[in-house]
């Protein structure tokens, strides 16, 4: 693991935080702490740092909000910390750009795990098996340089959104199984939660398709998964 990998934890509960810096400390990461969400942008501003644990419940500006101001800034990844263990909470988190949840109580093994899973995904490219531009219709997916345009436009796509894209991209005209995505996206401890795959894509679909509901470019082979259209 680099030295340079640094965490940023946004949580108005200093005692939690002080065991966060030393578990992590102890796993070799730099720990920076915030107490709330205003001076928690204001770390992120300053420190830049690789990844932010940041909690939903706090006063004033809650995770939600916090969330949405980052996601205006940056594509760090981010865990979100949750004292509810809803699906409906993740969905909200999914949308706000959320690359993982991890439910109150956790153990600090689990929670380390996830940073390190985290971090892991976020720096992993797919295997160029494909041209580095694959163009389709008035789609353009540049592998190499990580960008997505639409008619020209650039597509502001999260780390995880974009991950799954070339993974499909890099199979285009092959049928990927959600447990394929899971392991090849999130990773082999994730290839049971098959709703990751179908939000994401249910994401990717919003910002890549005329008609997300008719889709020209995600096509879904209904009982097998889901495959990127090849021209």
Not at 166 to 191: C, F, I, K, M
Request: proline share 5%; aromatic share 8%.
């Amino acid at each position: 693991m680099p030295a340079s990998d640094k965490i940023l934890v946004i949580d108005d509960d200093t005692t939690l935080l002080n065991l966060l810096r030393q578990s992590l400390g102890k796993a070799g990461y730099e720990v920076i702490t915030a107490t709330n969400g205003l001076n928690g942008l204001q770390k992120m501003y300053e420190e830049r740092p690789d990844l932010i644990i940041l909690d939903v419940m706090m006063p004033r500006m809650d995770g939600w909000e916090t969330c949405r101001r980052i996601r205006e800034m940056s594509q760090v990844p981010i865990i979100m910390l949750t004292a509810k263990d809803e699906e409906a909470d993740k969905i909200k988190g999914f949308d706000y750009g959320v690359d993982d949840y991890v439910t109150k109580p956790f153990s600090f093994a689990e929670l380390t795990a996830r940073v390190a899973a985290v971090l892991h995904r976020t720096r992993q490219r797919p295997p160029q098996r494909r041209p580095a531009i694959y163009r389709v219709d008035d789609l353009m997916i540049d592998l190499e340089n990580r960008r997505v345009t639409k008619n020209g436009e650039v597509l502001d796509l999260t780390p995880t959104e974009y991950r799954l894209l070339a993974t499909l991209v890099e199979n285009a005209g092959r049928v990927l199984s959600h447990e394929q995505l899971l392991n090849d996206v999130w990773g082999p401890e994730y290839v049971d939660d098959t709703g990751y795959v179908k939000r994401y894509i249910w994401y990717l679909r919003q910002k890549l398709e005329d008609d997300p509901s008719h889709p020209k470019y995600i096509l879904t082979e209904r009982g097998f998964g889901y495959r990127f259209r090849k021209d």
